[in-house]
């Protein structure tokens, strides 16, 4: 069974920074084959592309508004990614959900990742 399991979100206020986690366990292959993305949902809207990292060239993508401020990572010894989230901004605010993609493209389309967490809150107050 397949899990991923989001944390570090929590309430922060507007220029501060937080860092996200996310542990996988229960993959059919390494962790390392997958590609890892974030994804965030604001209230009333559809769930958006953060950032994204490929398996094999480890290369990254953001949405346009993140770029400069969030860093996405992965630590394949342990099973986790993370976002850096700095600089925060009210507009931030969202729960935020990890995606693990099985071919490891580190694409920004929802529908290319097959498993998904829970979501962690973050709330940036102005």
């Known amino acids: 069974q397949v899990q991923l399991v989001e944390s570090g979100g929590t309430l922060v206020q507007a220029g501060g920074s937080l860092r996200l986690s996310c542990a996988a366990s229960g993959l059919t292959f390494t962790f390392g084959r997958y590609g890892m993305a974030w994804f965030r949902r604001a209230p009333g809207k559809e769930r958006d592309f953060v950032a994204a990292?490929?398996?094999?060239?480890?290369?990254?993508y953001y949405e346009d508004s993140v770029k400069g401020r969030f860093t996405i990572s992965r630590d394949n010894a342990k099973n986790t990614v993370y976002l850096q989230m700095n600089s925060l901004k009210p507009e931030d605010t969202a729960l935020y959900y990890c995606a693990a993609d099985l071919w490891g493209r580190g694409s920004d389309n929802v529908n290319s990742y097959e498993y998904w967490g829970q979501g962690t809150q973050v709330t940036v107050s102005s």
């Open positions: 990292i490929a398996w094999s060239t480890g290369t990254v």
